[in-house]
């Protein structure tokens, strides 16, 4: 008798590895990996699987958490001084960080020392030294270096791009953007790292993207104020809400000038949970977008607005009974892990071993996500923190300026005639 049972087709894996386990790994990578874990296709390459096969946490207690309510086995729960390099040791393919943003750099550069693809939370770093490092240190190790944005994925976003490439919209004048999280961010979910840190790195640095990324143009200065004496001392380096405005220039000479507006102090209770707002002005039109209001409001007794939320966005991450009765969970922040993967799969699994390096190449040139193309964002970030800085030690009021007289980035204080240089080379 012929046997006509099927051959169980094995598909090639690409594994991961997560630094760190804390609420954006709960959000996006896990409903990722839970997914890729059954098989991605793709026409460039074919099918294959991402499976999630360890992690290095600080204490290993919630990769421990994750594996028991998976039911997973072999997975690497790697903890302590050592645990990065131990999860790297363990022959992942690529390494997701998603870690306090002050430890961006280290767990990135380890991976990529060791010659993996290596994906970062925003904001990638928090100084353009460590960025120059990283763009280098990928470059000669032959790996992706890319960098988290899901914003740039919501449809209200790609939408206002579009009008701007295609013209309908001509020259932003002037921007406006604010993100409002509650107590329990920097009170519960980040207290074990808050001190120091401040909201505007945490969460402007998304529509600093977004504006690098959608007008072009050319950063000339940064300035910015903040508010403290809820998450931490009223003269502390803690930030409760800060005030950001960023100039730009562009190619006719004209400037646009952007508020980013952030705080994590709103009530627990307010109805939105995060309140984010966008408006910006062009020279034949408005942009308002408010991700509250996209239609969807939600009563129910004794759950909303605190374990449930009254204005709930379900583009950005949600889960859903399919109408043929699968549970799913879909949004742009888990399509843009997605999309590293599918990067990542393209460079090592896209065809011939000769042509490696030209497929690394285009994957490198997207501008979206390439920590090559992240230099105004991060010098952004680095101008906020060292302004916020001088501020907590007494000297408010700084700004800096970008590629100007002094060159790269130069802090001026008031009352001082010489700048204080944070970078030497060009931004």
């Given at each position: 008798?012929?046997?006509?049972?099927?051959?169980?087709?094995?598909?090639?894996?690409?594994?991961?590895?997560m630094v760190g386990?804390?609420?954006?790994?709960?959000?996006?990578?896990?409903?990722?990996?839970?997914?890729?874990?059954?098989?991605?296709?793709?026409?460039?390459?074919?099918?294959?699987?991402?499976?999630?096969?360890?992690?290095?946490?600080?204490?290993?207690?919630?990769?421990?958490?994750?594996?028991?309510?998976?039911?997973?086995?072999?997975?690497?729960?790697?903890?302590?001084?050592?645990?990065?390099?131990?999860?790297?040791?363990?022959?992942?393919?690529?390494?997701?960080?998603?870690?306090?943003?002050?430890?961006?750099?280290?767990?990135?550069?380890?991976?990529?020392?060791?010659?993996?693809?290596?994906?970062?939370?925003?904001?990638?770093?928090?100084?353009?030294?460590?960025?120059?490092?990283?763009?280098?240190?990928?470059?000669?190790?032959?790996?992706?270096?890319?960098?988290?944005?899901?914003?740039?994925?919501?449809?209200?976003?790609?939408?206002?791009?579009?009008?701007?490439?295609?013209?309908?919209?001509?020259?932003?004048?002037?921007?406006?953007?604010?993100?409002?999280?509650?107590?329990?961010?920097?009170?519960?979910?980040?207290?074990?790292?808050?001190?120091?840190?401040?909201?505007?790195?945490?969460?402007?640095?998304?529509?600093?993207?977004?504006?690098?990324?959608?007008?072009?143009?050319?950063?000339?200065?940064?300035?910015?104020?903040?508010?403290?004496?809820?998450?931490?001392?009223?003269?502390?380096?803690?930030?409760?809400s800060t005030q950001?405005?960023?100039?730009?220039?562009?190619?006719?000479?004209?400037?646009?000038?952007?508020?980013?507006?952030?705080?994590?102090?709103?009530?627990?209770?307010?109805?939105?949970?995060?309140?984010?707002?966008?408006?910006?002005?062009?020279?034949?039109?408005?942009?308002?977008?408010?991700?509250?209001?996209?239609?969807?409001?939600?009563?129910?007794?004794?759950?909303?607005?605190?374990?449930?939320?009254?204005?709930?966005?379900?583009?950005?991450?949600?889960?859903?009974?399919?109408?043929?009765?699968?549970?799913?969970?879909?949004?742009?922040?888990?399509?843009?892990?997605?999309?590293?993967?599918?990067?990542?799969?393209?460079?090592?699994?896209?065809?011939?071993?000769?042509?490696?390096?030209?497929?690394?190449?285009?994957?490198?040139?997207?501008?979206?996500?390439?920590?090559?193309?992240d230099r105004q964002?991060?010098?952004?970030?680095?101008?906020?923190?060292?302004?916020?800085?001088?501020?907590?030690?007494?000297?408010?009021?700084?700004?800096?300026?970008?590629?100007?007289?002094?060159?790269?980035?130069?802090?001026?204080?008031?009352?001082?005639?010489?700048?204080?240089?944070?970078?030497?080379?060009?931004?």
């Amino acid at each position: 008798m012929t046997d006509t049972s099927a051959t169980p087709v094995v598909l090639p894996v690409l594994r991961g590895g997560m630094v760190g386990m804390g609420m954006i790994f709960d959000e996006t990578y896990a409903p990722f990996f839970e997914t890729a874990e059954e098989g991605i296709y793709d026409a460039a390459v074919g099918a294959y699987r991402v499976e999630l096969t360890g992690a290095a946490t600080r204490t290993g207690d919630r990769a421990k958490a994750y594996c028991e309510r998976r039911g997973l086995a072999g997975f690497g729960n790697h903890s302590g001084d050592n645990a990065v390099g131990d999860l790297l040791a363990s022959g992942i393919d690529f390494l997701c960080v998603a870690s306090p943003d002050d430890k961006h750099f280290e767990a990135a550069r380890l991976g990529i020392e060791a010659g993996r693809h290596v994906i970062i939370e925003k904001p990638s770093v928090l100084s353009l030294d460590e960025l120059d490092e990283l763009t280098a240190l990928a470059k000669a190790k032959g790996v992706l270096a890319k960098v988290v944005y899901h914003k740039l994925l919501d449809p209200d976003h790609k939408k206002l791009r579009t009008l701007v490439e295609d013209g309908v919209l001509s020259h932003v004048n002037n921007g406006y953007c604010t993100l409002l999280e509650p107590k329990s961010i920097s009170g519960q979910q980040f207290a074990a790292w808050i001190t120091g840190r401040n909201p505007g790195t945490y969460v402007a640095v998304h529509y600093l993207k977004l504006i690098d990324f959608t007008f072009g143009g050319r950063l000339k200065s940064v300035s910015c104020t903040g508010q403290r004496g809820l998450v931490g001392p009223q003269d502390g380096p803690t930030w409760d809400s800060t005030q950001l405005r960023l100039v730009y220039e562009y190619e006719s000479g004209r400037e646009a000038a952007f508020d980013i507006h952030t705080s994590w102090v709103t009530p627990d209770n307010f109805p939105g949970y995060v309140e984010q707002e966008v408006q910006f002005r062009f020279d034949n039109g408005v942009w308002n977008g408010h991700s509250r209001k996209r239609g969807v409001e939600l009563t129910v007794e004794d759950r909303t607005p605190n374990e449930l939320k009254t204005t709930i966005n379900n583009h950005y991450n949600g889960t859903f009974l399919e109408p043929w009765g699968e549970r799913s969970r879909r949004g742009y922040g888990i399509e843009v892990i997605e999309r590293f993967a599918r990067e990542v799969a393209y460079v090592e699994l896209g065809g011939a071993a000769g042509q490696r390096a030209d497929r690394l190449a285009e994957m490198a040139s997207r501008n979206y996500n390439d920590l090559s193309a992240d230099r105004q964002v991060v010098a952004a970030v680095q101008a906020m923190e060292s302004i916020l800085a001088r501020h907590a030690a007494g000297e408010p009021n700084g700004i800096v300026e970008v590629n100007g007289r002094a060159g790269g980035l130069a802090l001026y204080l008031p009352g001082k005639s010489e700048p204080e240089m944070l970078y030497q080379g060009t931004v």
